[in-house]
C-alpha cells in the first residue's frame, strides 16, 4: 500500500491526502491522454532535496505541448509547487521520496475530441524505496524479454512521458512478472533493444559501457545523469543499438531511471548475465550516482534543489 503523506498539491491548492479526488467522467480516465512525471527527492546533510526538478519539469511541461495538453501553470509555478508540498509534508518524509505531479484532463465533456476538457494537475509525493527492491539494487534482478514490442514511433509519440504510452509498458511488466520474472525488456520494431518497461538499459562489454540511442522513446534524465558519471569516471560509453543475443553474453547489464536508479540486470531469459550477480562497473556507477543524488558530489550540486 501506498505510505500517504499529509497533502497533496491539486489544482493550485494543498488538500488533504484522502481530499484529493476527480469525477467518474474525468476525460483521461477514459481515453487516457494525460502525461506525468516520476521524480525523486533524496535526503541529503542539508535535508531533502528534489533531483533535477527543472528538467522534469521542462520535460513535464515538453509532454503536454505534444499531447495538444495547455497546463495552466507555468514552469516556475510548477517548481514552487513542488517545493511547496514537500514543505508541508516534510513531517511524513522519513525515507527518500518519490513525486508524481500529472497534467491530465478533467471533468466537463466527453468524446474524442479533447480540446475543450478542462486540464487539471495534481502533485503527490510519498516515501518510496527502490522501485525494483533493495535485494535488486544489491543483487540484481531477473528479466524476461517482452512479446510486446515497443510502441512505435509511426503511432505512438515516445517523446512524451504519456500515460497512453504505459498501456505498452504496463502490459509488459504484467506478462514478466506473471511469468516469474522482475521485469521486462521491449524490443523495438526492427528488433533491437528499446527499454525497460520504464526504465533504460546499459551493458557492459570488455569495460566500455554500451547503451542504446533514444532516437524514438523518452530523453531519460537518469540516463544522462549515468552518461556524465561514466564520462566522469574516465570509462567510455558508446550509444548504439544492441540486440538481445549480445546482452546474454555481455559482462553486465544494468536498468536507469528515477524510479528504478541504478539496478542491476543479473539475468536475461534464462541466461546469466556475466557472473549473474552486480558487477563492478555497475557498482561502481551506482556508488556514484547515490553520492550525486544525496548532494555529496559537489560538481553536480546545481542538480539538487534543497526544499527548505
Ligand atoms: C520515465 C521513463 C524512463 C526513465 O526516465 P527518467 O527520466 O530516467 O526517469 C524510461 N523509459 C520510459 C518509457 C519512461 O517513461
Known amino acids: 500500500m501506498l505510505d500517504e503523506a499529509k497533502y497533496i498539491w491539486q489544482d493550485g491548492k494543498l488538500v488533504d491526502w484522502k481530499d484529493a479526488k476527480t469525477h467518474v467522467l474525468t476525460h483521461s480516465l477514459h481515453y487516457g491522454n494525460a502525461t506525468f512525471e516520476g521524480t525523486r527527492a533524496y535526503k541529503t546533510d542539508k535535508g531533502l532535496a528534489i533531483f533535477r526538478l527543472e ?23 510548477i517548481n514552487k509547487a513542488h517545493i511547496d508540498l514537500l514543505k508541508a509534508n516534510m513531517e511524513c518524509y522519513t525515507e527518500n521520496v518519490y513525486i508524481r505531479p500529472l497534467i491530465f ?15 487539471n494537475m495534481i502533485i503527490a509525493a510519498w516515501n518510496w524505496g527502490a522501485y525494483l527492491g533493495e535485494d535488486g539494487i544489491k543483487n540484481g534482478i531477473r528479466v524476461k524479454t517482452s512479446s510486446f514490442v515497443r510502441n512505435s514511433v509511426k503511432s505512438m509519440m515516445g517523446k512524451a512521458k504519456a500515460s497512453a504510452n504505459y498501456l505498452n509498458s504496463q502490459m509488459a511488466k504484467y506478462e514478466a512478472t506473471q511469468c516469474g520474472f522482475d521485469e521486462a525488456l521491449l524490443l523495438d520494431d526492427n528488433g533491437f533493444i528499446a527499454e525497460g518497461s520504464g526504465e533504460c538499459f546499459f551493458i557492459v562489454k570488455d569495460g566500455e559501457l554500451v547503451t542504446p540511442p533514444h532516437a524514438n522513446s523518452l530523453e531519460s534524465i537518469t540516463q544522462d545523469t549515468v552518461l556524465k558519471i561514466a564520462n566522469d569516471l574516465g570509462i567510455k560509453v558508446i550509444e ?23 539496478t542491476p540486470v543479473r539475468e536475461l531469459d534464462f541466461r546469466i548475465i556475466g557472473a549473474g550477480k552486480r558487477g563492478e562497473m555497475t557498482r561502481k556507477l551506482q556508488d556514484a550516482f547515490f553520492e550525486v543524488v544525496s548532494g555529496k558530489n559537489p560538481k553536480y550540486n546545481k542538480f539538487l534543489t534543497y526544499v527548505n
Open 105 to 119: 484532463l478533467g471533468y466537463g465533456v466527453m468524446g474524442l475530441y479533447h480540446a475543450n476538457a478542462p486540464v
Open 55 to 77: 528538467d522534469h519539469t521542462r520535460r513535464l511541461l515538453n509532454s503536454a505541448k505534444i499531447l495538444a495538453i495547455e497546463c495552466p501553470y507555468s514552469f516556475e509555478e
Open 240 to 262: 548504439r543499438k544492441i540486440t538481445r543475443d549480445e546482452v546474454y553474453t555481455a559482462d553486465e547489464a544494468f536498468f536507469t531511471g528515477t524510479a528504478a536508479e541504478v
